[in-house]
């Protein structure tokens, strides 16, 4: 079993309808989650992390940690083609450390 | 610009080759990381910096690569007698560290190395 796992997509959703991206993990010492946005032949770029279980939302995007089922998503709402773009699921398993990320999954979002 | 920067953006080899590439954190972060990604995976782990201290080390980084940061600041990943297998981007990020800080790290464009 990997220790972090998203499906690689393409997930495609059409303009304004909401993106839902999934991510497991495998240790249950992980701290704390992020997530990243990547576009072809770019860096990762932070779109936000969470820590506590339950919801956390900013703007659009709202992040959803479920610690006991080990589990962690992200939901964009009123999807834009600028949204396209592959979204990183990263774990942190104590403070200060590497990330362990997952494969990515690729959202294409429909004009 | 105060992100990450990462020098050079582009580098091409030949197999055998030593090849340098540099990272400049932004300038209050105190951790830098190293991550390769290759096409289709997530970045993967290489070492990580506190300061000036290489606080963890991949087990998959092989003796062939050796980074440092000589003074806390900008650090250098080194490959030595490159292979093909190396071929990928490199990945710079950096964080800071804090009561508030849950070690967001932030990443700068990457290096991207082919290995001929």
């Known amino acids: 079993q990997k220790e972090v796992e998203q499906n690689s997509g393409p997930l495609s959703v059409p303009e304004g309808a909401i993106a839902s991206l999934n991510c497991t993990y495998s240790?249950?010492?992980?701290?704390?989650f992020f997530w990243y946005r990547q576009y072809s032949g770019k860096s990762p770029e932070l779109i936000m992390f969470?820590?506590?279980?339950g919801d956390k939302e900013d703007g659009r995007f709202t992040a959803q940690l479920n610690k006991a089922s080990q589990y962690v998503s992200l939901l964009i709402r009123d999807s834009q083609p600028s949204d396209s773009a592959t979204y990183l699921c990263?774990?942190?398993?104590?403070?200060?450390?590497?990330?362990?990320f997952g494969p990515g999954t690729r959202l294409s979002v429909l004009p | 610009d105060t992100g990450v920067s990462q020098n050079p953006r582009h580098k091409i080899t030949k197999r055998g080759q030593n090849v340098t590439f540099r990272c400049d954190p932004i300038?209050?972060?105190?951790?830098l990381y190293w991550y390769r990604q290759t096409l289709g995976q997530g970045p993967e782990f290489l070492t990580y910096?506190?300061?000036?201290?290489?606080?963890?080390k991949s087990r998959l980084l092989s003796d062939r690569f050796s980074a440092e940061r000589p003074k806390g600041s900008f650090s250098t990943l080194e490959i030595q007698r490159t292979e093909q297998g190396d071929s990928a981007m490199y990945l710079c990020?950096?964080?800071?560290?804090?009561?508030?800080?849950?070690?967001?790290?932030?990443f700068g464009p990457g290096t991207r190395l082919t290995v001929l």
């Open positions: 969470i820590y506590s279980n």
């Open positions: 990263a774990v942190n398993r104590d403070y200060g450390q590497n990330f362990v």
């Open positions: 240790d249950r010492g992980s701290q704390s």
């Open positions: 300038s209050e972060h105190n951790r």
């Open positions: 990020a950096s964080s800071g560290t804090g009561s508030s800080s849950y070690n967001e790290q932030f």
């Open positions: 910096f506190q300061n000036e201290a290489q606080l963890e």
